[in-house]
């Protein structure tokens, strides 16, 4: 079945880069996208990328597909403590509907 | 540009009561999702509409819970009776043309619900 997993935590220096990782199973994804859920307010779509693109750039966030691997990262360059919150990953399941199904969350932690 | 809007942003109850969520998609958007979100479970897709139409309603817990969407532009989801174990934040999310898979979903801000 599908299946999307994320590591649960991640804790930088502002200023450092990030990188936040996901997998996902479903081969039919066609589009993956980055969410990112602030304290006490909804998910906030950050990027996408369609599955035959390997890279796509956006101001700070980089995001690199794999899709061999089935890998999906986000890099957040010259992370600030604003972009301390929670990242979703979710892929699209175009065979099924067009549901999204969501990763647990990263929760990115930028220390002063 | 109006988002998603949900309300009540907040709503505490007594066990048993029944509970109604609103949701009010952007205009012109012709899929509209409900989510819950807990710590245990993360995040879950309970049920879709297309114009109105449920799609696919395989994510609802169970019987007691129920969904509706009289028209493009509001839709509920209804808890009746609810339990201690329904509280979790409930996200409406609305999207168009979600079948191609370019068009993002925009969630609301959540309704935080606690049946004490």
């Known amino acids: 079945g599908e299946d999307v997993e994320q590591s649960l935590f991640l804790s930088v220096r502002e200023g450092d880069s990030s990188v936040i990782n996901c997998t996902y199973t479903?081969?039919?994804?066609?589009?993956l996208y980055w969410y990112k859920q602030e304290p006490g307010a909804g998910l906030q779509l950050l990027t996408y990328?369609?599955?035959?693109?390997d890279m796509k750039q956006d101001q700070r966030l980089t995001v690199l597909l794999n899709k061999k691997d089935k890998h999906l990262s986000l890099r957040i360059a010259d992370t600030q403590t604003g972009d301390s919150a929670i990242y979703f990953c979710?892929?699209?399941?175009?065979?099924?509907?067009?549901?999204?199904?969501f990763g647990q969350g990263t929760e990115l932690s930028v220390k002063p | 540009d109006a988002g998603v809007i949900q309300s009540p942003r907040h709503e505490v109850t007594e066990m048993g009561q029944e509970v109604t969520l609103r949701c009010k998609p952007i205009s012109g958007h012709d899929y509209l999702f409900w989510y819950r979100q807990t710590m245990m479970r993360g995040l879950e897709l309970l049920i879709y509409?297309?114009?109105?139409?449920?799609?696919?309603d395989s994510g609802m817990p169970e019987d007691r819970f129920s969904a509706k969407m009289p028209n493009a532009s509001f839709s509920t989801l209804k808890i009746q009776p609810s339990e201690p174990r329904d509280s979790a934040v409930y996200f409406c999310a609305s999207s168009w043309g979600s079948r191609q898979g370019n068009q993002p979903q925009h969630f609301g801000d959540g309704t935080r619900l606690s049946i004490l």
């Open positions: 990328i369609f599955s035959n693109m």
């Open positions: 509409f297309n114009n109105n139409v449920p799609i696919d």
């Open positions: 479903d081969s039919s994804s066609t589009y």
């Open positions: 979710a892929e699209f399941l175009y065979n099924q509907g067009g549901k999204l199904i």
